[in-house]
């Protein structure tokens, strides 16, 4: 953009704004702060986005902290093909009937009808399986545990959302076999653990760790544990990632077998388990606002923004330096700063810019602060400034960071628990749902029971369903009943709408 004149004067007047608040229009607000955030970009087939530099890096960030991981837990990566031929898609009946309505076909290769379509994969356990019981002959062979890094495609039509539905996504898929069902149980956990820290620690996000009923478990799986998070503002759940066991059933379908220590013959134990750029707008959703994205420290590209306040005859070149020599300071100890020296932009209109994507510390330095060689650091996610001395800079800034991190989660956390009800009966659960709440309650665990409770709340808000039980279990007294039923309860369970 030319620097002339009048677009300084232009420029003055932000237009950086979002037309939607938080509060008032959820969607609305959403879809225009990844947008303008410059998280994504809309493309011209529905339902597909593209993931610009600003959420890849986030994305490289969890996968760095991941990947390190499980690699630790001698997990390997490895690559498996995108296409699946339909007659091993359909090898596992419960499995290929859950992931159906989504699955994408290729059926013409240029002009020509392909005599098999081709299925494009919606996850991979059929894609692997095959070779699982190539590779897998004897106990030696044991534990097989890989991941891949890949995109998959889930042919979405109700609501696409970026990153939360979106009809091509990436994400990583572990999938493990193992020679007894303690020890896929174990590995179930450990996963799950790596899930809440991805959360917790680095989005600053506050999860649930629990099981999935029978009804909301895995396609073809044997139980499916998962950690759930909660957006106040629409009142709805969403699963932040899962970890399955599968049990048998694939090895029994894929005939993944093997001779133990004693030469008998044995089926292996099997997981699987995944998290996707879904996060990414999880933390959109929760830490957002009326300015634009609000960034955790450890996922932000950019931590600290430095801005000159150059006045009409201040000493400009002294400012620039300042500011230079901030980032350099910055930079050495490992944080990531960068300035922002344009000078067609004013800087309110920059302060603007860069809280609209979310940078956790903007650092001004303008003539006064020049002169009595400090810096004033603004916090994004609550506006608090505070001056600080060039000469202790590095060591303020390091702290600010982690108490700005530590300050979402905790803010996040009290939003969240103020959302969660404790109902006894239908009644109450009825009342706390139109308040948008996250239920708990005590619950028979019968499958039909589940079905009712999703039939009775069928609404234009989308019926409510049980999102996992907890296994932090409170008490549950004797005689307990079940709220939907009057059944004996077996368990606490968390209920709500969900995305």
Same mark, same amino acid.
């Given at each position: 953009m030319a620097g002339g004149g009048k677009k300084k004067e232009v420029k003055k007047e932000t237009g950086l704004g979002l037309s939607f608040r938080k509060d008032d229009n959820f969607g609305e607000w959403y879809s225009e702060v990844v947008v303008n955030g410059e998280m994504i970009e809309y493309y011209d087939i529905s339902g597909c986005y593209i993931l610009r530099p600003?959420?890849?890096?986030?994305?490289?960030?969890?996968?760095?902290?991941?990947?390190?991981?499980?690699?630790?837990?001698?997990?390997?990566?490895?690559?498996?093909?995108?296409?699946?031929?339909?007659?091993?898609l359909e090898k596992e009946k419960d499995h290929v009937e859950g992931f159906a309505p989504e699955v994408a076909w290729v059926t013409k290769s240029g002009k020509s009808d392909l005599e098999i379509p081709i299925a494009i994969r919606p996850t991979s356990e059929t894609v692997m399986y095959p070779y699982f019981s190539k590779w897998i002959r004897g106990h030696r062979d044991l534990p097989?545990?890989?991941?891949?890094?890949?995109?998959?495609?889930?042919?979405?039509?109700?609501?696409?959302?970026?990153f939360i539905r979106s009809r091509e996504f990436l994400w990583q898929e572990g999938h493990t076999a193992f020679a007894t069902k303690a020890e896929a149980d174990e590995e179930v956990l450990q996963i799950l653990e790596l899930y809440r820290r991805i959360y917790e620690e680095f989005l600053a996000i506050p999860v649930i760790k629990g099981k999935k009923s029978e009804m909301e478990k895995f396609a073809g799986g044997l139980y499916t544990t998962s950690v759930e998070a909660f957006i106040p503002n629409t009142g709805r759940g969403i699963q932040g990632a899962t970890s399955h066991c599968l049990g048998q059933n694939f090895a029994k379908m894929f005939e993944i077998?093997?001779?133990?220590?004693?030469?008998?013959?044995?089926?292996?134990?099997?997981?699987?388990? !995944?998290?996707?750029?879904r996060t990414i707008g999880v933390? /959109?959703?929760?830490?957002? *606002?009326?300015?634009?994205?609000? +960034?955790?420290?450890?996922?932000?590209s950019v931590q600290v923004i430095v801005v000159p306040v150059p006045y009409k005859d201040a000493d400009t070149r002294g400012i620039f330096d300042a500011c230079a020599d901030t980032v350099d300071a910055l930079s050495k100890s490992g944080i990531c700063a960068e300035a922002d020296f344009r000078e067609n932009y004013s800087p309110g209109w920059k302060y603007s810019h860069w809280e609209m994507k979310g940078v956790p510390l903007r650092i001004e330095i303008g003539p006064k602060d020049l002169a009595n060689n400090q810096v004033r650091v603004v916090r994004r996610d609550n506006g608090a400034k505070v001056d600080i001395s060039r000469?202790?800079?590095?060591?303020?800034?390091?702290?600010?960071?982690?108490?700005?991190?530590?300050?979402?989660?905790?803010? !996040?956390?009290?939003?969240?628990?103020?959302?969660?009800? /404790?109902?006894?009966?239908? *009644?109450?659960?009825?009342?706390? +749902?139109?308040?948008?709440?996250?239920i708990l309650a005590p619950w028979c665990d019968e499958e039909e029971v589940e079905k009712d409770v999703k039939e009775r709340t069928k609404g234009e808000m989308g019926a409510a369903k049980s999102l996992c039980s907890p296994f932090d279990q409170p008490e549950l007294p004797e005689g307990t009943k079940c709220f939907a039923s009057g059944k004996p309860a077996k368990k606490w369970t968390y209920w709500g709408r969900s995305y």
């Open positions: 600003w959420a890849m890096s986030i994305w490289e960030t969890m996968q760095t902290f991941f990947d390190a991981e499980i690699k630790k837990m001698r997990i390997k990566n490895c690559y498996f093909p995108l296409f699946v031929s339909s007659s091993v097989l545990k890989l991941n891949q890094w890949c995109n998959v495609v889930r042919w979405e039509f109700s609501n696409p959302t970026p077998n093997f001779e133990n220590e004693k030469g008998e013959k044995g089926m292996v134990w099997q997981n699987s388990w !995944a998290y996707s750029t933390m /959109v959703m929760v830490h957002g *606002d009326d300015k634009g994205l609000v +960034l955790p420290p450890k996922i932000a000469v202790s800079l590095v060591e303020q800034v390091k702290d600010l960071l982690d108490i700005v991190q530590q300050s979402l989660f905790n803010t !996040a956390k009290e939003k969240r628990d103020a959302c969660v009800q /404790v109902v006894k009966t239908w *009644d109450e659960f009825k009342e706390a +749902l139109s308040q948008r709440k996250m």
